[in-house]
Nanobody, 119 residues
């Protein structure tokens, strides 16, 4: 059973930083794709960042240069370092794991963690 578990959300003032963590059980993160989505109130869920098995990273334009996705293979954990936070970054952040197999890809979701950016 693949189970990502997210943590690290909280409340921060604009310009501040937070680091989200996602520990994944049942999957080797270095052999699969991991990432983060977010969903703000009244908006659709959007992909924020992802890291491939090869270590390549991708970001949505709105967080480019401010957020960094990384992983610790020994801890089987993916991180999302969020700097220079803005009120528009307020959302519930969801970690996901894409298990890559020959016959297709299965996506597994973690529970959300709330990020609130407000003065």
């Amino acid at each position: 059973q693949v189970q990502p578990v997210a943590s690290g959300g909280g409340s921060v003032q604009p310009g501040g930083s937070l680091r989200l963590s996602c520990v994944a059980s049942g999957i080797i993160i270095s052999r699969n794709i991991m990432g983060w989505y977010r969903q703000a109130p009244g908006k659709q869920r959007e992909l924020v960042a992802a890291i491939t098995c090869g270590g390549s990273t991708e970001y949505v334009d709105s967080v480019q240069g401010r957020f960094t996705i990384s992983r610790d293979n020994a801890e089987n954990t993916v991180y999302l370092q969020m700097n220079s936070l803005k009120p528009e970054d307020t959302a519930v952040y969801y970690c996901y794991a894409d298990r890559l197999r020959v016959l297709g890809t299965n996506r597994f979701w973690g529970q959300g963690t709330q990020v609130l950016v407000s003065s």
